[in-house]
């Protein structure tokens, strides 16, 4: 059976195959042509609509991702932060003199794998310094007394210059060799050339009169990549 269509001109019925309407005379074959040149047209510009819409939702995902990973970065606690938050507060309000405070030193003794050091100790002198030995080796530590009155724990050590000892000013936790100066209560850089290696903290936790420290996290360090 044939297909019968209408002329968009005049209405009349017109046979599939037929060039031109039996009654008006109108191109039935250009308007088809007409009709599928727009219909391609239109598929043209929307495969262009949905890959310009594709394109900016990438765009839109990639900004998130960078925002959400500099959010990350600019809020991550350092290391010194991490281990600086987590040691107790053993006595009130410290005040350290504007002129210049010198560590006092001390003894140490490892005991049940831990590193033991008197508690008293380091409430009374605020700033002390002593050595770890272990198999012939010597491990220069430190503990002080941050301003709100935490005790920090750390390997005595300004790596760059390799120093070992420091002493408190104020606010501020200084390396006798080089100057490198940083905040005692977060040991973050102030100035100097050897500012992203503060005195590394290690965990430490007391228990009675004793500030221990596990003795593996302290055999087990390694000098940071300068």
Request: with cysteine; proline share 4%; hydrophobic share 35%.
């Amino acid at each position: 059976m044939m297909n019968v269509n209408f002329c968009t001109q005049c209405g009349h019925k017109v046979n599939n195959g037929s060039k031109f309407c039996p009654s008006c005379g109108n191109s039935i074959v250009e308007e088809k042509n007409i009709i599928n040149h727009n219909t391609k047209r239109d598929k043209v510009l929307n495969k262009k609509r949905v890959s310009n819409k594709k394109g900016l939702v990438t765009t839109a995902i990639i900004v998130l991702v960078v925002s959400a990973l500099i959010f990350y970065f600019n809020t991550k606690a350092s290391k010194e932060e991490a281990v600086i938050e987590k040691q107790p507060k053993i006595t009130g309000v410290v005040n350290y003199p504007s002129s210049r405070f010198d560590h006092y030193y001390s003894v140490a003794f490892a005991q049940n794998g831990k590193i033991i050091l008197p508690l008293d100790v380091v409430k009374d002198k605020k700033f002390v310094k002593f050595d770890f030995i272990n198999n012939n080796k010597t491990i220069p530590l430190l503990a002080y007394l941050t301003e709100d009155g935490k005790v920090i724990t750390a390997i005595s050590l300004c790596e760059p210059c390799d120093s070992k000892d420091f002493h408190i000013q104020g606010s501020e936790l200084i390396c006798n060799s080089c100057g490198t100066t940083w905040n005692l209560n977060n040991l973050d850089a102030i100035r100097g050339s050897c500012g992203k290696y503060p005195p590394d903290p290690v965990p430490s936790i007391v228990v009675g009169n004793e500030i221990q420290i596990n003795e593996y996290d302290v055999t087990s360090w390694t000098r940071r990549n300068i």
